[in-house]
């Protein structure tokens, strides 16, 4: 890795910041489906940033118990204080911990990247739910929050709602979606709010995210078989249901469903279907219908044919540059080259490598969660930015502006003054006289 290492280190110039480390993961057999996962989180930045906090917190380890928290943080910290650059790091206690925690992950099989990530997610909740409650509670009365399944965070214990703590997880990726059903007999419309940690998307051939947004957001008849129990009429009755985003993430992950279950065929195959992810995504199905827009900055993509073999890399955006992490190597890559991974638009390609969980950041909200509120200097790069200026240029001209400004209301001031002295036969000051009937 000596020399493509030094060949990175070329590449990357001085492009990119001094404190920034792009190191490939060594692969422990088939952990593939780790290693892309752990370097797209580690390019969000809120993530990075939130975790290496914790590490900070947290690091001595003789009053904490390892978990997979601690063996994350630990990583992060041990990739991001390298010396070097650029280079490969084994992230051995890790993958031990995922093991030891999750048997499905145990086996030296091909496993699913988007499962992984779910996991580890939830995983990181519960952990830091149970910190929380046990730095609040006395230990005999801590509450049941152990059953956090796919994100979904309302406990309800006899009868009563308890109020689930947001850790920094939720902060940066839940979202909530509210499922509305309206009764077709009384028009009763009922809303159901869930939360998320990613959203997955049905996909279709020659599609986009937008389309599979719209569709995933489409209204769907309740008739014959499937009615709706509607608690005005009481009884079941046709109705219209659809799924709309109530709350959007900060960071919006989007797992595309590649894999799926065939009937005919008796098992999973592999969509190879072409759906176009844009950089930039604008994002309408809000329940208030406003544009959000989206920027992406990882790409955990499938490569192979199949759902139990193949391979997994990941396209990560980094300081506005693209890099290619596939295990051990790192690779820069030209903005254009994410195009190659939305997939094929025919059934048997020699393409096989997919995009599969895209990862976008929230453009100008997300600004504040993790480079702090707005500054001078933000508020001056928005505004240039919206007339295409370069910012040293954009202040130029708002000086002119006001300094044009400044002269003109002088002006103004001076040709009233002298008006009122005039045909008012006021009295002004002598200063003013001599100013005004010199600038007249
Ligand atoms: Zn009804």
Known sequence: MGAAGSKLEKALGDQFPESERYFG????????????????????????????????????????????????????????????????????????????????????????????????????VDILEKESNAATSSPGTLTASENIANGTCNHVSNGIKEEQLVSWVHRIFQGTLTNETRCLL?????ARDETFLDLSLDIEQNSSITSCLKNFSSTETLNAEDKFFCDKCCSLQEAQKRMKIKKLPHILVIHLKRFKYIEQLGRNKKLSYRVVFPVELKLSNTVDGDDTEYSLFAVVVHVGSGPNHGHYVSLVKSHSHWLFFDDE??????????????????????????????????????????????????????????????????????????????HSIQHTIAVYSLNEAWVGGGILPFSYCSMTITSV
């Not at 797209?40 to 290496?52: G, I, M, N, V």
């Not at 904490?64 to 650029?86: G, H, M, P, V, Y």
């Not at 009384?186 to 009922?190: G, N, P, S, Y």
């Open 25 to 124: 993961l060594e692969n422990f057999g088939n952990t593939c489906y780790c290693n892309s996962v752990l370097q797209a989180l580690y390019f969000c930045t809120p993530f990075r940033e939130q975790l290496l906090d914790y590490y900070g917190n947290h690091k001595n380890p003789g009053d904490a118990e390892e978990n997979l928290l601690t063996c994350l943080a630990d990583l992060f910290s041990q990739i991001s204080s390298q010396k070097k650059k650029t280079g490969v790091i084994a992230p051995k206690r890790f993958v031990q911990r995922v093991k030891k925690e999750n048997e499905l992950f145990r086996s030296y099989m091909h496993q699913d990247a988007h499962e992984f990530l779910n996991f580890l997610l939830n995983e990181l």
């Open 186 to 190: 009384c028009e009763t419309v009922t």
């Open 329 to 406: 190597n790192v690779d820069m890559i030209d903005e254009s080259a994410v195009q190659t991974f939305f997939g094929s638009a025919q059934e048997y390609s020699s393409n096989t490598d997919h995009g599969y969980i895209l990862f976008y950041e929230r453009a100008v909200p997300g600004v504040e969660l993790h480079h702090g509120p707005f500054d001078s200097t933000t508020v001056l790069l928005l505004f240039s930015l919206q007339f295409s200026l370069p910012p040293p240029f954009f202040l130029l001209l708002l000086l002119l502006l006001l300094l044009l400004l400044y």
